[in-house]
C-alpha cells in the first residue's frame, strides 16, 4: 500500500486489486479499514457506485451482512 495523505480522523492509502487502483483509508482512532465504495464497484465491474447500489445481488448481500451481524457494512466518510 502506498500511503497518500493524511488529515485529522484518517490515513489515506493507494493500493491495487488486479491492476484496478483502490482507495483504502484507515481510521487513526480505531484502527479500523475501509475502502472507498468507488474502488470497490469499479474492482467488481461496476460503472458507477450508483450501479453497484442499485444491483439487487449487492443490495441482498448488505442486508445479509445487517441481518447476522446486526451492523452496516457501509460507512460514510
Given amino acids: 500500500m502506498i ?3 493524511t488529515d485529522e480522523k ?3 492509502y493507494l ?3 488486479q491492476g484496478t487502483p483502490v482507495k483504502i483509508l ?3 482512532q480505531t484502527g479500523e479499514i475501509l475502502f472507498d465504495a ?3 464497484a469499479e ?3 461496476y460503472k458507477s ?3 453497484m447500489m442499485s444491483d439487487n445481488r449487492v ?3 448488505i442486508y445479509e451482512h445487517m441481518q447476522q451481524t446486526g451492523v452496516s457494512p457501509l460507512r460514510k466518510v
Fill in 49 to 51: 457506485t450508483q450501479a
Fill in 15 to 17: 493500493d491495487y486489486f
Fill in 59 to 61: 443490495l441482498d448481500t
Fill in 38 to 40: 468507488g474502488s470497490v
Fill in 26 to 28: 484507515r481510521d487513526r
Fill in 43 to 45: 474492482c467488481l465491474g
Fill in 10 to 12: 484518517y490515513e489515506y
Fill in 3 to 5: 500511503p497518500t495523505h
